[in-house]
Nanobody, 115 residues
């Protein structure tokens, strides 16, 4: 099992940038697929981006070209670089790591995009 701790959220103006981090501990993080999800108030949790152990990435259409997911296996850390943020990106962002039947979640970090 992986224990995940997300960080880096905050308040940013429209058009601004933030980088979220997710520190993993407890196992061999490099074999896990890492992902970010988000949940806006009153809405279902939705997929944002994922990166496999081999480095292949996948993004939701709503964030393509603006967000970049990456990982540093030596540091056991997952990142989400968010650029050109919009008010509709406001949500609690959760990091996720999965391998086989193991599906682990971080505690969530709030991102608010507002002027």
């Amino acid at each position: 099992q992986v224990k995940l701790v997300g960080s880096g959220g905050g308040l940013v103006q429209p058009g601004g940038s933030l980088r979220l981090s997710c520190a993993a501990s407890g196992t061999i993080f490099s074999i896990y697929t890492g992902a970010w999800y988000r949940q806006a108030s009153g809405k279902e949790r939705e997929f944002v981006a994922a990166i496999t152990s081999g480095g292949s990435t996948n993004y939701a259409d709503s964030v393509k070209g603006r967000f970049t997911i990456s990982r540093d296996n030596a540091k056991k850390t997952l990142y989400l670089q968010m650029n050109t943020l919009k008010p509709e990106d406001t949500a609690v962002y959760y990091c996720n790591a999965r391998f086989g039947s193991n599906n682990c979640w971080g505690q969530g970090t709030q991102v608010t995009v507002s002027s």
